[in-house]
């Protein structure tokens, strides 16, 4: 039996998902349903002073409108910390619904509940709320003279400040610099499935929550806080996830109202927010601004590292993404400095979105280094291997393993980059400008603060089951546990059945910073290799058997079979053994302990991107023909999946420089384009040719398989590498995102 984990196997769940027997949150139907409908705030700022409901009240099938009059009051709220922390995971310290304030435009102030939920939106439509509006700060220059250095970010997990050396001595030791400003337009997920929670008391006690969430424990955990009731009186269902990309990382205040109303109505009910309400109700990556000087000596190499971030955030949370904390490792310097600055606006908390913090970081960091390989005539690539950072800059400690050198050679074979000319504008094809463009990527390999835990069980049959309760929001984790179970069994994949998504299986941290694969599997893993091990003791134990009185490391598995290494012919299967004993199964639980918050290794996943555009002299449109992605993720579960997860990253970075922008309207304080007719993103036709490849890396460091993830390394880099393409093609250097058709006019 060859080894399941690295091949590409497909998708245990396809033929659910193709066939449509595969049942999202806003698809279940229970006895006696009834549908939600949040009102949003239409005003950005001011507090509520009246509702008049009669005309709702007198809508076909209304059942109830719910206020902050007549809503129950929360007993408090959870502290805000990321989900991979596996605690509670409020999106923001601030529920709504509990007085007349009114803090950020869509904020919920009203629930309308009906027995269909064409009826709850047009009972909705005749809700009449009236304001008292005050002036409302909405965009970054709004506010940004009000910005302060926070003690923390990221709910309190990591510092405002980095600094190592002296910035401005080696600023002035160098002998050329860049000093460059880069702004961010806000993004939003923009999930295909928009988030959905579908609710039933079953008893006065008892809750069960259909949620479309990354995390069913974070949503366990969440919901009990913020009812005040014990999580063992809650159970939660996340079975398929129709995307998330960080908005469903977070438990945003709608799976609590949905519970609440579900309570006051006394039936089950499904809250399902629309398109336009999912940019005001799941957080973004927030408008930002970068700055970053690059010092330089005369043998090109980093005299010092200058990176400042000012962002805008709730007046509730210091939320923002962690944009430096790549950025600042990545390259060999001994002065550096990375500083966040936030200022409070009249927003919902900013939240993860695929590359939260990398994607924007080292897009403003890898922009610059190119600028400084072509004013210092170095090759972008050289000057970046010239500077890498062999060990963790903040540490000192050797990586656990990085494989950047080979990333790069193995892409730029890919890419042909040596044929590259470094002039900028050098080639054309007729009043077509074409430009190439490098950059690496980098992503932290995060591991979870707490135990994880799954549960496999073998059958008399020979077949087995694994559980964990982590959910399948497209990223391919049942097939590739599927994998990783039959592995550690030895069993063939087919006999393995991988169950996931619901908070009453084996608790997993919710899949969030591309740690998910890394955390399950490593939980999957210990326990198909316990319970192997246990089943090989029972067989050596047992005077019946024909491996009785061996020793258990001398026997393998394959196929189900337990043998002698050295006499394959010595044996018998799971089956007879424990038909024989009359055991109709067994079972055992793997708990996977992370390593501690220093390991004594530097853990980070790197790799290279290529980018080649082809930009219309006329026109300024912009169109990239073609992507390089070369990527040292450890090892590889599954290639297929693995494949698709770095593509679609990859893809993501296109839109990023190129596409996608919510743009706010400051008079009214609401997003101007919350729609997919109006928030730009690439169709097939947008899509080049990508090439996406992996050196395999022993990492030993990280978890018992050696895995990193592979979620979000892709989006990082590729944005950048597209803008270098362009600098390449046009001579002119774009410093914000999107870029668009105006910029090279």
């Known amino acids: 039996m060859s080894p399941a984990i690295g091949t590409t196997l497909d998708r245990v769940d396809g033929r659910a998902k193709v066939s449509g027997t595969a049942r999202y949150t806003a698809e279940l139907v229970l006895p006696g349903l009834v549908h939600a409908v949040l009102v949003g705030a239409r005003v950005a700022s001011g507090r509520i002073v009246a509702i008049d409901t009669g005309a709702a009240q007198r809508a076909d099938g209304l059942i109830a409108v719910l206020t902050h009059l007549n809503l129950p009051k929360i007993p408090g709220t959870p502290k805000l910390l990321p989900s991979l922390a596996g605690m509670a995971a409020p999106g923001q310290s601030y529920f709504p619904m509990q007085d007349d304030v009114v803090h950020y435009a869509g904020q919920p102030v009203a629930i309308v509940v009906a027995d269909t939920v064409e009826r709850a939106e047009h009972a909705a439509s005749l809700l009449r709320v009236d304001y008292e509006e005050t002036p409302a700060k909405t965009t970054l220059d709004q506010v940004r003279d009000q910005a302060y250095e926070p003690e923390r970010i990221f709910g309190g997990m990591l510092p405002g400040r980095v600094v190592r050396g002296d910035v401005e001595a080696g600023l002035g030791q160098a002998t050329d610099r860049v000093d460059v400003t880069y702004r961010f337009a806000a993004n939003h997920q923009n999930p295909i499935e928009p988030s959905a929670s579908t609710v039933v008391w079953d ?26 009731i014990s999580p063992t009186q809650i159970k939660v269902v996340s079975e398929f996830v129709g995307g998330s990309f960080g908005s469903k990382a977070m438990i945003w205040p709608h799976v609590t109202l949905a519970a609440l109303a579900a309570r006051q109505v006394e039936r089950p009910v499904r809250l399902s927010l629309s398109r336009e309400q999912m940019f005001h109700s799941c957080g973004h990556r927030e408008e930002q601004e970068q700055h970053v000087t690059l010092g330089v000596d005369a043998g090109g190499r980093l005299t010092a590292l200058r990176h400042h971030k000012l962002s805008i955030t709730s007046y509730f949370d ?22 966040y600055r936030i200022a409070k606006g009249n927003t919902i908390t900013p939240t993860f979105m695929r590359g939260p913090g990398e994607a924007t970081g080292i897009f403003a960091l890898e922009c610059a280094v190119d600028e400084l390989a072509e004013r210092i005539g170095v090759d972008p690539i050289e000057l970046r291997l010239r500077n890498f950072a062999d060990t963790d800059p903040t540490s000192g400690h050797p990586w656990s393993s990085n494989g950047i050198r080979e990333c ?12 590259r000319d470094p002039n900028p504008g050098s080639r054309r094809e007729g009043r077509t400008l074409i430009g190439w463009g490098v950059a690496a990527s980098a992503y932290p390999h995060v591991a979870p603060p707490n135990p994880q835990r799954a549960r496999a069980r073998l059958y008399s049959d020979g077949s087995a089951v694994v559980e964990a309760g982590v959910s399948e929001f497209g990223t391919g984790v049942t097939t590739a546990m599927t994998q990783v179970a039959a592995d550690g069994l030895g069993l063939p994949v087919e006999r393995v059945r991988f169950v996931g998504g619901g908070s009453d299986l084996p608790n997993i941290t919710a899949a969030v910073g591309s740690a998910g694969t890394g955390a399950v599997s490593a939980a999957v893993h210990l326990a198909a290799t316990q319970l192997r091990d246990q089943l090989v003791g029972r ?22 079979r337990m043998r002698l290494r050295d006499r394959p012919d010595v044996g018998e299967t799971y089956a007879e053994m424990l038909s024989r004993q009359f055991t109709p199964d067994v ?14 290794y530097g853990l980070h996943t790197f790799g290279a991107q290529f980018a080649e555009v082809a ?41 990023h420089a190129l596409l996608e922008a919510s743009w706010m309207d400051a008079r009214l304080g609401r997003w101007a384009n919350p ?19 992996t050196i395999e890396v022993t990492d030993t460091v990280v978890n018992p398989l050696g ?12 944005g950048a590498a597209i803008a270098n393409a362009v600098h390449h093609a046009t001579g002119r250097r774009v410093r914000h995102l999107p870029i668009t058709v105006e910029d090279l006019l």
């Open 587 to 600: 079972e055992t639980l793997g708990v996977w302990t992370p390593p501690p918050p220093d390991p004594g």
């Open 318 to 339: 210091d939320w923002a993404e962690t944009s430096l904390q790549s950025p600042g490792i990545l390259y060999r310097t001994p002065n550096y400095e990375g500083i």
């Open 539 to 560: 067989a050596v134990a047992d005077e019946q058997s024909p491996l009785h009185g061996a020793d258990p490391g001398a026997v393998s598995v394959e196929d189900g």
């Open 675 to 693: 729609s997919f007719g109006d928030y730009l993103i690439p169709v097939n036709s947008d899509v080049p040719d990508v090439v996406v490849d």
């Open 408 to 419: 790069f050679q193995r892409g730029a074979d890919l890419f042909g980059w040596a044929g």
């Open 615 to 655: 930009v219309d002299a006329d026109l300024g449109l912009i169109r990239v023909r073609r992507m390089v992605g070369v990527f040292a993720p450890g090892r590889v579960l599954n290639r297929k999946t693995a494949h698709s997860q770095l593509m679609g990253g990859m893809l993501w970075g296109l839109s």
């Open 707 to 718: 895995v990193k993830g592979v979620g979000e390394i892709g989006i990082v880099g590729s």
């Open 203 to 228: 008893d006065a006690h008892r809750l069960t929550v259909y949620d479309s969430t990354q995390g069913p424990t974070a949503t366990q955990l969440t919901v009990a806080t913020l009812l005040g």
